[in-house]
């Protein structure tokens, strides 16, 4: 589903975030990716959203060259990706049912649909009863579960955690993880950074470790060892 | 799907106002500052004109003539005088006529009245006053009376004098002044406009500054840049249209005083002019605010969009 070709990507300050970086992952999996601050984490997501572009190398998204599309297709693109972030971004003059709907609007969905869909991503994510809440309203983890309901409202085909558990306690961290590992089981492939060894070891499946910008390790039994 | 998206945009804009209450207030009061200046200017534009108007008015050139002149051939030098393209009013006024406006002038000046019962028989001879569409053309009409077409000789034997030379030093300056003065307002006019749209177009830029993050993550939600952008231009009419509301309200107490106490020192009653011509006034900052209001966001929104 994804392929990374030697792929690097040189900052326009000479650090190499990543070097020669080839990786494919398969529709359905759950990999996780680990490695210390600074390892290329982040860009490699950054990659794979269009954020960034390689220095050398090609990322496809099934046959799509990520990397050649224009402004419109990288929307469209991101449309079949959704995204989960340590810091949440919420939309924070919208209420929980809003920002979900957004997402939605944003997607082109009809009135209907969003009427009928959105307190059904909220009670799966159990946020029910906080449904007029703001983000400020929220904690921590009523936060994190709220942007994982926007990033799946859409049935995309990938979601993409960004250290979902980065600022959650362990039985919010906990909640989130189940969470998505229910998503995974429904069918959707899901890619997760995380350097929180817990995390890895709960999920149990594949295990991709970067450092210094290199694949180091590539496990299929969900083992984290740096 | 355009109209439910329209319709979510136009929703999104209000209650992104809403919410935003301290900021919508601000860049609603800086608005309401920029549409009062233009609106402002408005009122001394047409101060300023009616006055110009109104001076330029006074100025005339009179033909006097010698008390042996017929009227006919005084009829003939008027109908010549008023095919002239530069001439926008003659009036003549018979020598009986001038005879009469003078005795009224000097009612109360006793000597000069027995003077001229003294005199018996009329000593005034009939006047002709010309008035020129411009106070720059007299010149041009005192050239005509002094040049060698046939109606201008036959008159000159007949003509006492022309007062053309005598106004011409405070015709010059008037001309001067006027011109002076309409280039000063303009450009007055135009400084103050530009600087009050830098002021709101920055206060626009700012409040959008402050949703940049919010920006980022409608885009990576997969939002398309005209449904970003839509509610913030939808923010920029609806500070445009509620300071064109303000601006307008604030003006009727404003020129009802002015129209009160000033109406002599200006020539005319600012606030009657203000109501005949409201509904003008409010189009044009209407439209001012609401396109000045959209094009700052516009422009400030384009700023996080790229990529």
């Known amino acids: ?226 | 799907m355009f109209w439910t998206s329209t319709k979510r945009v136009i929703r999104a804009g209000f209650i992104n106002f809403r919410r935003n209450g301290t900021i919508s207030t601000a860049a609603v009061l800086i608005t309401t500052v920029t549409l009062s200046v233009i609106a402002g200017l408005i009122l001394l534009q047409a101060v300023l004109h009616f006055s110009l108007a109104q001076i330029k008015d006074k100025v005339d050139v009179t033909i006097y003539f010698t008390t042996t002149a017929k009227e006919e051939q005084i009829m003939t030098l008027k109908s010549s005088l008023e095919k002239l393209p530069e001439v926008a009013t003659v009036s003549y006024i018979s020598a009986e006529q001038a005879l009469t406006d003078f005795r009224e002038r000097h009612q109360d000046d006793y000597l000069t009245i027995q003077a001229l019962d003294e005199v018996g028989s009329n000593p005034l001879g009939a006047e002709l006053d010309i008035k020129a569409k411009d106070p720059s053309q007299y010149e041009s009409i005192s050239n005509f009376l002094e040049g060698d077409t046939d109606v201008a000789q036959s008159a000159n034997t007949v003509i006492e004098k022309v007062n053309y030379h005598q106004n011409k030093v405070v015709i010059d300056r008037l001309n001067a002044i006027t011109a002076g003065a309409e280039k000063l307002g303009f450009g007055i006019t135009l400084v103050l406009v530009i600087v009050s749209i830098l002021i709101m177009f920055n206060t626009i830029r700012l409040t959008i500054f402050i949703a940049r993050e919010e920006i980022g993550v409608m885009r990576l939600v997969g939002a398309d840049n005209r449904y970003i952008r839509g509610p913030f231009l939808m923010e920029g009419v609806i500070y445009g249209t509620i300071s064109s509301v303000l601006a307008m309200a604030l003006y009727y107490p404003l020129t009802l005083y002015l129209g009160k106490h000033m109406t002599d020192f200006f020539g005319m009653n600012v606030f009657e002019y203000y109501l005949s011509n409201f509904f003008q006034i409010f189009l044009i900052i209407l439209v001012s605010g609401i396109i000045l209001g959209s094009i700052s966001s516009f422009i400030a929104v384009k700023k996080y969009l790229k990529k």
Do not use: C
């Open chain 1, 1 to 226: 589903m994804i392929y990374f070709n030697n792929v690097s990507k040189i900052y326009p300050n000479k650090s190499t975030s990543l070097a020669d970086i080839n990786l494919s992952i398969s529709p359905g999996e759950f990999v996780s990716i680990v490695g210390h601050s600074g390892a290329g984490k982040t860009t490699l997501i950054k990659l794979i959203l269009a954020e960034e572009r390689p220095t050398a190398g090609t990322i496809f998204f099934e046959s799509i060259d990520i990397h050649k599309l224009n402004s419109r297709d990288i929307t469209k693109l991101r449309k079949r990706i959704g995204v989960v972030f340590q810091d949440f971004r919420l939309l924070p003059n919208k209420n929980a049912y809003e920002n979900i709907a957004f997402a939605m609007e944003a997607a082109g969905k009809s009135d209907e649909e969003i009427a009928s869909d959105v307190p059904h991503v909220l009670e799966l994510v159990d946020l029910t009863s906080k449904m007029y809440h703001f983000p400020h309203q929220l904690s921590g983890g009523e936060r994190q579960r709220l942007a994982i309901a926007r990033a799946i409202i859409n049935q995309p085909e990938l979601i993409i955690a960004d250290e979902p558990t980065g600022n959650l306690d362990p039985i919010n961290t906990y909640e989130v993880v189940q969470i998505l590992k229910k998503i995974n089981d429904l069918g959707t492939t899901i890619i997760l950074t995380t350097h929180n060894r817990g995390v890895v070891e709960s999920i149990g499946k594949r295990v991709v470790t970067l450092d210094g910008g290199k694949v180091v390790r590539d496990d299929k039994d969900g083992k984290y060892s740096i």
